[in-house]
Every structure is written in structure tokens, then in C-alpha cells.
């Protein structure tokens, strides 16, 4: 029994002793708010991927990483130093969850909008200029 209370004991000496962060900040660190629109376009990306692969010809000579690629192409980031800011803020849960608070809300806003017009009737009465 003693051995476990001194087990007990230095590992939470250890855990509680410990001032430095489990993953250092990078010197490139991606800011929140341009993460949340990578993370978006990736998201979208993926999910283009995945439900169109298979339906669409022109899809097939491309792979999942050439959608990843293109997003940070886009966004003007090099892989590295996005990895490397995803790692950072995933050694902060909280400020992770944040910031796929804002990735999910900003999805399901696109998903609404998408719905709310495809909801929208057609006016057949009209003539396209």
C-alpha cells in the first residue's frame, strides 16, 4: 500500500512540476482565425473528396492529398508549418475546441444556406436575362 501512495505521490510531483508546455509554440504558428478557414476549406475539400471520388471520372486522377495540397496552396501555407500549428493547438485542448467550435458553426452555416435555397421555389414565369 505505501508503495503505491509514494507512487502516487511522485507522479503527481512530476505532472504538477512540470512549468513547461508538453509542445512549444512554433515560430510560424498559423493564427486562429486563418486555421479555422484552412480547417473549413479542408474539411470541404475532404468532404468533396470522399462523396464524389467514385461518381465523378475527372476525380479519379486526383488523390485526397492533392485536395489537401491545393487548400494550403490557397491559403499561402506551406505543409510544415501548418502540421506544426496543428500539433500546437493540439497539445491545447481548449483552445482546439475553440477553434472547431468555429470550424463546425461556419459548416453548418454553409449547410443551411445550401438547404435554404435548394428550398426556395422556382419562378417559372421569369425569363433569364
Do not use: W
Amino acid at each position: 500500500m505505501r508503495s503505491y501512495l509514494f507512487l502516487l505521490a511522485s507522479l503527481i510531483v512530476l505532472l504538477t512540476g512540470c512549468d513547461e508546455p508538453a509542445v512549444e509554440k512554433p515560430q510560424h504558428l498559423v493564427k486562429r482565425d486563418k486555421m479555422i478557414s484552412v480547417l473549413v476549406d479542408i474539411h470541404l475539400a475532404e468532404a468533396v473528396y470522399q462523396t464524389k471520388r467514385f461518381t465523378t471520372e475527372e476525380l479519379n486522377k486526383y488523390s485526397e492529398s492533392d485536395f489537401y495540397y491545393s487548400v494550403l496552396k490557397k491559403h499561402h501555407l506551406s505543409d510544415s508549418v501548418f502540421e506544426k500549428s496543428v500539433i500546437y493547438y493540439s497539445s491545447k485542448p481548449k483552445e482546439l475546441e475553440k477553434i472547431y467550435t468555429r470550424v463546425i458553426n461556419q459548416l453548418t452555416e454553409m449547410e443551411q444556406k445550401l438547404n435554404e435555397k435548394a428550398q426556395q421555389p422556382v419562378d417559372v414565369n421569369t425569363t433569364p436575362q
